[in-house]
């Protein structure tokens, strides 16, 4: 897992993104790209509007936002202990980050320039969120291939050490878990976590603790009866028992319709997780 990226425009979303790439790329030696795409402004002709004087304030404007990430990117990759390599070039070894500028619409670039990434990263759902988070995180879920590594608001202070592995048997999670094999295996424990009757048909926990064990991770199970509760809350809940800093889960088992209408884990965590989270699908 060396190489993250960061979709950054200096919000407090993306701010945890970045703290939490700088996190992860302290303890793996990654590289860091923050990534502050332009977009092209919307403008509808009226009468008794100099429209291309318009369309060149508002491209000036956000070539000044794009300036203004980029300065605080780098001051706050400095104030995290990561090296921000000035021109760009990414050649040096150990933690470092660099900055890249795009024009072109979000979840595209996301999603197709995602691809050469081992995780992209981008903070967790809050009330101050951008609207376009939700087509943002699905591109990079659903588009680029790749590992969704969500932030939480507050991070823990450990990145990875203790891993917990939200299981329910089913193929995105397996996924998920193979991708992520590097940061179970440099992990001081990794916990498979289950609930009752939230599984799809597929191995249990004790059969992927063992091919795990095979892998030299230190592993140990952890499963507990759903109870009556609702499944998100149950499988975040009851994994955050065993004391993770680090929660891994294939998205979307279940439809992605069905969850935005009744609910389920994936959307539970990507609203409540309090603990950085790896995704894939």
Not at 70 to 89: H, I, L, S, T
Not at 126 to 154: K, Y
Not at 180 to 209: F, I, K, N, Y
């Amino acid at each position: 897992m060396k190489t993250i990226l960061v979709p950054f425009r200096d919000d407090a979303t993306a701010q945890a993104a970045l703290d939490l790439a700088c996190q992860a790329a302290a303890a793996h030696g990654a590289c860091i790209e923050g990534l502050f795409i332009q977009t092209a402004p919307l403008v509808y002709a009226s009468e008794g509007i100099a429209i291309g004087g318009y369309v060149t304030q508002l491209a000036d404007e956000e070539l000044r936002r794009g300036d203004e990430a980029r300065a605080r990117f780098a001051e706050r990759v400095r104030a995290n202990g990561v090296d921000f390599v000035e021109n760009g070039e990414e050649s040096v070894e150990g933690a470092r980050a660099v900055w890249r500028q795009a024009d072109g619409l979000g979840e595209q670039i996301v999603g197709e320039y995602g691809r050469v990434f081992d995780l992209i990263a981008i903070g967790r759902e809050t009330e101050e969120s951008s609207p376009d988070w939700n087509v943002l995180c699905e591109a990079a879920l659903f588009e680029s291939g790749r590992l969704l590594l969500l932030a939480p608001p507050s991070l823990p202070p450990t990145f990875g050490e203790r891993i917990a592995v939200l299981w329910n048997g089913s193929t995105e999670t397996a996924r998920t878990l193979g991708v992520a094999m590097p940061l179970l295996q440099a992990a001081g424990e990794v916990v498979v976590c289950a609930v009752e009757g939230v599984h799809v048909p597929g191995p249990d926990v004790d059969q992927v603790a063992r091919c795990l064990a095979v892998n030299r991770i230190a592993v140990r199970t952890h499963v507990t009866a759903l109870d009556g509760r609702a499944p998100g809350p149950a499988v975040l809940d009851d994994a955050m028992e065993t004391g993770p800093d680090l929660l891994l889960k294939g998205a979307y088992a279940q439809s992605r319709l069905r969850q935005m209408i009744f609910g389920g884990p994936t959307r539970h965590l990507l609203k409540y997780a309090e603990r950085p989270v790896i995704m894939g699908h």
